[in-house]
T-cell receptor
Framework: KAGVTQTPRYLIKTRGQQVTLSCSPISGHRSVSWYQQTPGQGLQFLFEYFSETQRNKGNFPGRFSGRQFSNSRSEMNVSTLELGDSALYLC????????????FGSGTRLTVV | TQLLEQSPQFLSIQEGENLTVYCNSSSVFSSLQWYRQEPGEGPVLLVTVVTGGEVKKLKRLTFQFGDARKDSSLHITAAQPGDTGLYLCAGALGAGGTSYGKLTFGQGTILTVHP
């Protein structure tokens, strides 16, 4: 079956702009999580959605937001971009509520100039 | 505050050598996962361990979860160049699957295996 699909793969934006990233989970997976990966901080949890509801949120400013649609596809939005937002943004999907692992997409590489 | 301390950060070895990567925390995790990530790609799940003392084997890789569920190790036997990559441990806090998507990742170990 198809894996987790993230679009676009690469993005270059200017400071102050906003950006929307998309994630299509594995068919049947209802949980979608978002992570930011940088060389300095590693992988940090942004938020998680399940059945269109945000169930968990990491320690990121309000400029980072997300949503999930009824087909489980998810988007994350970053407003008023800062240079420090340059990172690889990863989404991961899971089918279960319990302790299984997650399937990650290939990520969106965002560069803010 | 880094909840999961992973060591070593870098490992450069020759093909055929053995190695161990450690993941330690003062927190108790309901499960711990190991991922491998290639440049430009997302992490790929290798294994999930959930029971204290659990040992899982995946070909030449052996994963162990500490008895107190605070630490884990990954041991690779007879490393090959194809094992090169970034290895990440990630813990889920919260019993009964209540971590709700949140994994706490270690900083990662960059492994290079030279032919």
């Amino acid at each position: 079956k198809a894996g987790v699909t993230q679009t676009p793969r690469y993005l270059i934006k200017t400071r102050g702009q906003q950006v929307t990233l998309s994630c299509s989970p594995i068919s049947g997976h209802r949980s979608v999580s978002w992570y930011q990966q940088t060389p300095g901080q590693g992988l940090q949890f942004l938020f998680e959605y399940f059945s269109e509801t945000q169930r968990n949120k990491g320690n990121f400013p309000g400029r980072f937001s997300g949503r999930q649609f009824s087909n489980s596809r998810s988007e994350m939005n970053v407003s008023t971009l800062e240079l420090g937002d340059s990172a690889l943004y990863l989404c991961a999907s899971s089918s279960r509520l319990t302790l299984s692992g997650y399937t990650f997409g290939s990520g969106t590489r965002l560069t803010v100039v | 505050t880094q909840l999961l301390e992973q060591s070593p950060q870098f490992l450069s070895i020759q093909e055929g050598e053995n190695l161990t990567v450690y993941c330690n925390s003062s927190s108790v995790f309901s499960s711990l996962q190991w991922y491998r990530q290639e440049p430009g790609e997302g992490p790929v799940l290798l294994v999930t361990v959930v029971t204290g003392g659990e040992v899982k084997k995946l070909k030449r890789l052996t994963f162990q979860f500490g008895d107190a569920r605070k630490d884990s190790s990954l041991h690779i036997t007879a490393a090959q160049p194809g094992d090169t990559g970034l290895y990440l441990c990630a813990g889920a806090l919260g019993a009964g699957g209540t971590s709700y998507g949140k994994l706490t990742f270690g900083q990662g170990t960059i492994l290079t295996v030279h032919p």
